[in-house]
């Protein structure tokens, strides 16, 4: 059974940073690719980040290139999301998901998993 549990998210000011965490278990992720979606209040789930588990690729959306960092690590089976200079129009509910590498990166239908989702919200 796999599961993906995420924590880190809580109420940050405009320009703070945060990092999430993504705790994996249930099976062997090496051909995964693990992913961060966000889904804002009324708005659909989008894709933010994503890190191939074996090899490190990391996929990033453009509007966060430069403030967000994905790493995982493979001994803890656990990937990470740095935050940096967080604007109010990213909050929202975080999810780590987890799918096969071999699929497009920023679709949510690439994913099999995911966990319950961490609160991020940012204050202006």
């Known amino acids: 059974q796999v599961q993906l549990v995420e924590s880190g998210g809580r109420l940050v000011q405009a320009g703070g940073s945060l990092r999430l965490s993504c705790a994996a278990s249930?099976?062997?992720?090496?051909?995964?690719?693990m992913g961060w979606f966000r889904q804002g209040p009324g708005k659909e789930r989008e894709f933010v980040v994503a890190i191939n588990w074996s090899g490190g690729t990391t996929y990033y959306a453009d509007s966060v290139k430069g403030r967000f960092t994905i790493s995982r690590d493979s001994a803890e089976n656990t990937v990470y999301l740095q935050m940096n200079s967080l604007k109010p129009e990213e909050t929202g509910v975080y999810f780590c998901?987890?799918?096969?590498?071999?699929?497009?990166?920023?679709?949510?239908?690439?994913?099999?998993?995911w966990g319950q989702g961490t609160q991020v919200t940012v204050s202006s």
């Open positions: 249930g099976r062997t992720f090496s051909s995964y690719r």
């Open positions: 998901e987890a799918g096969f590498a071999w699929r497009t990166y920023d679709r949510q239908t690439s994913y099999d998993y």
